[in-house]
Structures are given as C-alpha cells and as structure tokens.
C-alpha cells in the first residue's frame, strides 16, 4: 500500500529563503517539502542536500553543534541519528502571513525529507493545537474521551487497595 503524502495534513510546501537574490536584491524562495512532527524531540532537521543543493547555501553557513546535538538522538525505527552541523533558515507557508526567522535546523546527512518542524518548535511557535480528547456524547460532558469516568460499581479503593469493610 503506498501512501499519498499530498493527502497529509501534516506534508506541507514551505518556502525557505535561498542565497540567491532576484533583481530587487531581495532573497529567492525555493519549495520544500516539510513535515510537521509531533514525535521529534530532537529538534528541527534539515537535508543537507536541500541545503546544498536547493537553496545553494554555502558550508559556510553551517554552525557548530551543541554537545547535546552532537550526542545524536535514536529514532522510531531505533536508528541513530547525529546530525552533521546546524543551521539557520528563514520559511514561510503559502497561506500564512507568519515568517519563521532565523530557526535552527540541524543538517541532516539523510535524503529522505527537505525539512521536519520538531515538537519544541511546534509548541513554541504554536504552529497546532494541543489535541482535545475531550467527547461532548451523551453523558460524558467535561470528560476525557481516553479515560470517561469510572464505569458503575468502580470506586477508588478498588485501585488503591483500601476496601470497605462489609
């Protein structure tokens, strides 16, 4: 089964400002494919081939890793990853007016994406919501769809080893 990332509401076009300048001086835009991703608390990751190679940054630009960063992270898939260097881009969504400047993003040696927004940028930017669990169906106002209440007959001291004494 192949999946349709077009059809993902967390596969986005970004544009992220390239080195190149149009003839107003003012930086190109080129398109990535971003990734919004709830699960990365490692940080922002970058191709270092989009880099390179799409928005014809110099090596130049790349910034040294913190000694947390360099440690590298273990991945979903029990991967390691270690980034090679950091970087600061600048990017924005088609339909928004809000411009990221100026974000860390650690290069990544790996191809497989353009650009992942990590969870701490995610919250800091408040780029989604938090999710609502919460249900409105009948009788379960106010209470999480995860944990709805205690079923009838439950109490507490059935949880905490405290029985009442019959």
């Keep these: 089964m192949s999946v349709d990332e077009t059809d993902s509401p967390w596969i986005l076009p970004v544009y992220v400002l390239s080195s190149r300048k149009d003839s107003n001086k003012q930086f190109v835009p080129k398109e ?21 190679n799409v928005l014809q940054l110099p090596e130049a630009n790349f910034q040294q890793l913190t000694k947390e960063e360099e440690k590298g992270a273990i991945g979903i898939t029990d ?14 969504h088609k339909k928004s007016t809000r411009v990221f400047r100026n ?9 497989h994406y353009d650009l992942i927004i990590g969870a701490r940028s995610i919250r800091e930017h408040q780029l989604l919501d938090v999710p609502n669990l919460m249900t ?17 007959g439950v109490t507490d001291s059935m949880f905490t080893g405290r029985h009442s004494q019959c």
């Design 32 to 52: 990535g494919k971003c990734t919004i991703d709830t699960g990365n608390h490692q940080g922002n990751i970058v191709s270092r081939e989009f880099v390179l």
């Design 79 to 92: 991967h390691k990853f270690i980034p090679v260097a950091a970087i600061y881009l600048t990017w924005y």
């Design 103 to 111: 974000m860390r993003f650690l290069i990544s040696p790996y191809q």
């Design 136 to 152: 409105k169906g009948a009788g379960l106002l106010g209470r999480s769809a995860v944990n709805a209440g205690k079923p009838k």
